[in-house]
């Protein structure tokens, strides 16, 4: 298997050229370079995807548990196989580093298909008796043709993290990877030709949001849509959704605080807020981007992780030692820049970083921003309530408990959150009242993937993740039968 220069749809099982015939610069961000094209496709394009979705339908969601398991099975085979080749690739699209991608992105992509493979094996419903003489038993019908939308930060981590799920309980799909990172959802139509997936049970649509994702939005034949990108966007496809009563699952941006207490356990503390400050450039939607530090131990800290992240380092993604790679485009390198400015101008004081690193040889013209720490930011200010996605962390100090938690809250978003604490009793007491869909306590980006996966308040609404995104993916109906 092999990239290729011009990228193609995926529709009813092959590899077709856009109806307009016309593709979109695809830019390699370490370099800055074009590397490859991809479809500008239309709402024609889209029209093929759905009637090929809607004509596999019937029998894929009649095939037997073992058929399905089989082949997504056959599917993250292959995935693992074309390992390396899909880190390069993920790597080359986005400016991650290529070892994040190898260890990261593409086993967590091989583990979607493989757990969601099993989980239709142990998917199971629920009936109620009722003393009366009758019995009810709900059916867990497959809904049909399906939407997933997915971003640039974890391209085909979270491309496979919808779609899996989607197959596994029998719906087809028509489905659209950022036409910021295209290539690995590419690659991934090959392997889903040579696993040989049914024609029209994946179709993959390359092209703008605003013309083939709506597009999708607005199909009949659509019946539910799993999101996941801005708070913007999710609002606007809600917008054109629920007028048509589709289901919705919008998984959407973040603003995560990291509550440290001075009874943490600090080292281990301290290395893990550096990745979850810092890894993927800052880009995923869990980054811990307000880290509140107990006053006690705000000193120490600040120190300490000034320190550390001063020595990551920053280079070609595709170099193995390197930590920090190039951010996905120059629009969001520029977007992260001014967030920078714009947090001076609110009266923070970069204590670390604050512009675009030196990078030399190939990568003399690709995006990059250096690993930002800023101090002495209001709680309120734009810098520290919105969501810059980038290599940028504020940091400050709170006094107690009570302190820690109503800066944490003060936030429109509420993704997830971290919290270093020995304390038990004082861990459960604000896993409980912190407002986050995800709570870690002395940990960050561990989770079992059998539990419900999601953000409330501005970071969307809908579970992802074990039967929760099984259950969204089929329609619930109540059969009652009376036997006396
Ligand atoms: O997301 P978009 P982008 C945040 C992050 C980032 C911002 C924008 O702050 O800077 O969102 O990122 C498709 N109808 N997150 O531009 O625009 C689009 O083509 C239907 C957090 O990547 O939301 C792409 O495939 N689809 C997030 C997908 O939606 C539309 C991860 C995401 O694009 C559409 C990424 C429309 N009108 C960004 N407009 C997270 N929670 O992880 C766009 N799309």
């Excluded at 491309?159 to 799909?173: C, E, Q, S, Y």
């Excluded at 009266?347 to 002495?376: A, D, M, Q």
């Excluded at 997830?416 to 407002?435: D, F, M, Q, V």
Aim: net charge neutral.
């Amino acid at each position: 298997m092999k990239t290729d220069k011009y990228i193609k749809n995926y529709i009813n099982g092959e590899l077709v050229d856009p109806i307009p015939n016309e593709y979109l610069d695809n830019y390699n961000p370490a370099t800055g370079e074009v590397y490859s094209y991809i479809p500008n496709s239309d709402e024609r394009d889209v029209e093929l995807a759905v009637a090929a979705a809607k004509k596999a339908f019937p029998e894929w969601s009649r095939q037997p548990i073992a058929f399905r398991w089989g082949l997504l099975n056959r599917i993250a085979d292959l995935i693992y196989q074309n390992l390396d080749l899909l880190a390069a690739a993920e790597s080359e699209d986005n400016g991650k580093p290529v070892n994040l991608a190898r260890t990261v992105d593409i086993p967590r992509a091989v583990e979607n298909f493989r757990f969601f493979a099993s989980a239709i094996k142990h998917f199971s419903s629920e009936s109620h008796h009722m003393t009366s003489g009758a019995i009810n038993y709900t059916l867990r019908r497959p809904l049909g043709a399906v939407a997933c939308i997915s971003p640039w930060n974890l391209p085909l981590y979270l491309f496979t993290w919808k779609i899996a799920p989607a197959l596994a309980i029998g719906n087809t799909v028509v489905a659209k990877p950022s036409e910021v990172t295209p290539m690995t959802a590419y690659l991934l139509s090959k392997i889903c030709i040579e696993a040989g997936l049914p024609p029209g049970v994946l179709n993959i649509v390359h092209g703008l949001g605003r013309k083939v994702g709506e597009a999708m939005v607005l199909s009949k034949e659509i019946k539910a849509i799993s999101f996941t990108g801005g708070t913007e966007t999710g609002k606007k496809i809600a917008s054109l959704a629920a007028p048509l009563f589709k289901k919705m699952s919008l998984e959407l941006g973040g603003k995560n605080p990291t509550l440290i207490f001075a009874d943490c356990d600090f080292d281990r503390m301290i290395q893990t807020v550096l990745r979850s400050s810092f890894s993927n450039q800052g880009q995923i939607c869990l980054c811990g981007s307000r880290i509140l530090v107990q006053e006690s131990l705000y000193e120490r800290f600040k120190l300490a992780f000034l320190e550390k992240a001063s020595l990551l380092r920053i280079g070609d993604p595709q170099s193995p030692d390197t930590q920090v790679g190039a951010v996905v485009s120059k629009e969001h390198q520029e977007k992260i820049l001014s967030y920078i400015e714009l947090a001076k101008e609110e009266g923070g004081r970069i204590l670390l970083g604050g512009g675009i690193p030196e990078v030399n040889k190939r990568c003399s013209n690709g995006y990059f921003v250096e690993p930002t720490i800023i101090e002495g930011l209001d709680d309120h200010c734009r810098s520290n309530q919105e969501e810059i996605f980038g290599p940028v962390v504020s940091i400050a100090p709170f006094t107690d408990e009570e302190d820690a938690l109503r800066k944490a809250n003060a936030s429109e978003y509420g993704l997830a959150s971290s919290i270093w604490t020995e304390n038990l009793s004082r861990a459960h007491k604000l896993a409980e009242s912190i407002e986050t869909g995800i709570v870690w306590i002395n940990c960050w980006m561990l989770r079992d993937l059998r539990t419900p996966f999601g953000g409330m308040k501005n970071s969307g609404m809908g579970r992802e993740g074990g039967w929760e995104v099984l259950r969204f993916f089929t329609e619930p109906k109540n059969v009652c039968i009376k036997y006396r």
